[in-house]
């Protein structure tokens, strides 16, 4: 098969791939809108957790969870969510919301949109078990 051909066959094949996932609602971006959906994103991260209570972000892509096994942080990834426990980490306050540097190479820093009163909350939950 000629080079110029296969290059064809091969990119139109990637792109319809892409439009047809797109078409079918598969690039969604995830939002964590309700406590229903941070507790089955947790869990799917976390099986062995027990969830006590969620607090969301201002613009639903992060959420605080509290666990028996301490404070966690839940953000969304794309069409995907990511977890992690707070275990050891560094809260800065900005003008709009938190940056929380969780210590770990394999986890980024994450900046959380938060109003006022609920930074306070966030803060505490977070360093309270550090």
Same mark, same amino acid.
């Given at each position: 098969m000629p080079l110029p051909l296969l290059l064809t066959l091969v990119i139109g094949g990637i792109t319809m791939v892409v439009i047809l996932l797109h078409l079918l609602g598969y690039s969604k971006r995830l939002h964590l809108?309700?406590?229903?959906?941070?507790?089955?994103? &947790?869990?799917? @991260?976390?099986?062995?957790?027990?969830?006590?209570?969620?607090h969301l972000s201002a613009d639903t892509l992060s959420a605080l969870v509290e666990?028996? @096994?301490?404070? #966690?942080?839940? &953000?969304?990834? #794309?069409?995907?969510?990511?977890?992690?426990?707070?275990?050891?980490?560094?809260?800065?306050?900005?003008?709009?919301g938190l940056t929380i540097d969780l210590h770990d190479f394999a986890a980024p820093g994450l900046t959380v949109r938060l109003p006022a009163d609920a930074r306070a909350l966030w803060r505490q939950k977070l360093t309270e078990h550090a």
């Open positions: 809108e309700s406590e229903a959906i941070i507790r089955r994103e &947790w869990a799917r @991260h976390f099986p062995e957790d027990q969830v006590n209570a969620a666990t028996d @096994h301490g404070p #966690g942080l839940l &953000w969304v990834m #794309g069409a995907d969510s990511t977890a992690h426990r707070a275990e050891d980490v560094t809260v800065t306050e900005r003008d709009d």
